[in-house]
T-cell receptor, first 111, second 113 residues
Framework: GENVEQHPSTLSVQEGDSAVIKCTYS??????FPWYKQELGKGPQLIID?????GEKKDQRIAVTLNKTAKHFSLHITETQPEDSAVYFC??????????FGRGTSLIVHP | SQTIHQWPATLVQPVGSPLSLECTVE??????LYWYRQAAGRGLQLLFY??????ISSEVPQNLSASRPQDRQFILSSKKLLLSDSGFYLC????????????FGAGSRLTVL
């Protein structure tokens, strides 16, 4: 089955800095890579996703890049704000319709 | 538009008591339904998923069970709770068509004392 590794487990940045979270996956059949943001006490919410026919996707301050050859994808947040503080999950799916999640990254943005 | 409802939001139960968490989805048909557990504040552990009424697949053997009595209803149950069942339980759905976007409910916080 698919295995997704996510790093770092905790990321602390100053407001205005950029944040990068990286994930690797093992199943070359995976072709869909979503990112979820989970605020304290709430369910995860999809914030951006990318499919294997695209190398990069951007939505305002967040972007995701995908390198299929190396089997890794990353989330980039620019100009971080305190409200970006949350746990972020990457996931990979395609070979099976059930996504495999990374273990999560706790992002802390200090004002 | 589609919405997912999950309840109760919070519950405190004694060890050995039964459990029933309910999840319903509105605005779609034939969804795939999922139950996840989040312990220790982070990782998402898939417990059960269902592709149709009465069709349940279990990912982790334990004292929990799931049922899907109606197309858009998913229930997580236990006959006797253990301390280790404490956690944050999340229901989710995705389109039966194979699209892989998961939409999560707001979660149910279970504390077993």
């Amino acid at each position: 089955g698919e295995n997704v590794e996510q790093h770092p487990s905790t990321l602390s940045v100053q407001e205005g800095d950029s944040a990068v979270i990286k994930c690797t996956y093992s199943d070359s059949a995976s072709n869909y890579f979503p990112w979820y943001k989970q605020e304290l006490g709430k369910g995860p919410q999809l914030i951006i996703d990318i499919r294997s026919n695209v190398g990069e996707k951007k939505d305002q301050r967040i972007a995701v890049t995908l390198n299929k050859t190396a089997k890794h994808f990353s989330l980039h947040i620019t100009e971080t704000q305190p409200e970006d503080s949350a746990v972020y999950f990457c996931a990979a799916s395609g070979g099976s319709y059930i996504p495999t999640f990374g273990r999560g990254t706790s992002l802390i943005v200090h004002p | 538009s589609q919405t997912i409802h999950q309840w109760p939001a919070t519950l405190v139960q004694p060890v050995g008591s039964p459990l029933s968490l309910e999840c319903t989805v509105e605005g779609t048909s034939n969804p795939n339904l999922y139950w996840y557990r989040q312990a220790a504040g982070r990782g998402l552990q898939l417990l059960f998923y269902s592709v149709g009424i009465g069709q349940i697949s279990s990912e982790v053997p334990q004292n929990l069970s799931a049922s899907r009595p109606q197309d858009r209803q998913f229930i997580l149950s236990s006959k006797k709770l253990l301390l280790s069942d404490s956690g944050f339980y999340l229901c989710a759905w995705s389109l039966y068509s194979g699209a892989n976007v998961l939409t999560f409910g707001a979660g149910s916080r279970l504390t077993v004392l």
